[in-house]
């Protein structure tokens, strides 16, 4: 059976470095490993073992950590392999449903080429499946900057879009029925009740942007007065 989490797959290393510590390679054969581990990797993840294509794509990463550049030529490599290697890790850790990660791992990829389409709408993708739909949009939008042509990045942000209006719905539906409560009580002394009430009112504007809160409050006040 195919699992995304196989056992019995070993770290790959090239015959040639079987048996030598990484630390002690010089950036040519690290950059010449990190290739073959690229490779591996991909081959890997077309058979859907996205777990340890993954690990492969951070060994590289380890691989690539220390090396110090002696041309411009081992430099455009190296940034080459470990934007490829960032992007694809966010595809294998989208795949597994970690999307911290993704996102992470698209963080790393913009850092080397903030006009990388992928890995903006990756990490838009990451951001949707944890309800960050604000920071979502952003992504999107990002991508729609590079790419007018991206139509999945027009649907995404609409999706975005519905969930948010659902989200603030609720949230004023949360708010109109603290205002409701508190406006039928008096504030008394050691009053229980009202002292528990301003203190859960608190904590739930905590949650809201300030903006926000503002408006709700007003619209809120308004009725009651």
Avoid at 16 to 35: A, P, Q
Avoid at 130 to 157: C, K, W
Avoid at 160 to 171: A, D, F, P, V
Avoid at 177 to 193: E, G, L, R, S, Y
Wanted: charged share 30%; with cysteine; aromatic share 10%.
């Amino acid at each position: 059976m195919c699992s995304n989490r196989i056992s019995n797959e070993k770290t790959y290393i090239s015959p040639r470095f079987k048996g030598i510590d990484k630390w002690s390679m010089n950036d040519s054969e690290k950059l010449t490993e990190s290739e073959k581990l690229k490779k591996r990797a991909g081959e890997l993840f077309q058979a859907g073992h996205y777990y340890v294509a993954c690990k492969k794509y951070k060994s590289i990463t380890e691989y690539l950590k220390s090396v110090n550049y002696e041309s411009d030529y081992e430099k455009k490599k190296a940034n080459e392999l470990l934007l490829a290697t960032n992007a694809n890790m966010a595809l294998c850790h989208l795949k597994l449903g970690e999307h911290a990660e993704c996102i992470r791992a698209c963080d790393k990829a913009i850092e080397l080429d903030p006009k990388n389409e992928k890995c903006f709408f990756r990490r838009g993708q990451g951001q949707m499946a944890m309800s960050g739909y604000e920071e979502a949009i952003r992504d999107f939008q990002q991508v729609l900057q590079i790419n007018p042509t991206n139509n999945l990045a027009n649907e995404h942000i609409q999706t975005c879009q519905e969930h948010l209006k659902q989200y603030q719905k609720k949230e004023k539906e949360l708010y109109a029925n603290i205002f409701a409560k508190m406006a039928k009580q008096k504030p008394k002394v050691n009053d229980f009740v009202w002292i528990k009430n301003k203190f859960l009112f608190f904590l739930f504007c905590c949650r809201l942007k300030f903006k926000r809160v503002i408006k709700i409050i007003m619209k809120q006040l308004r009725r009651i007065s």
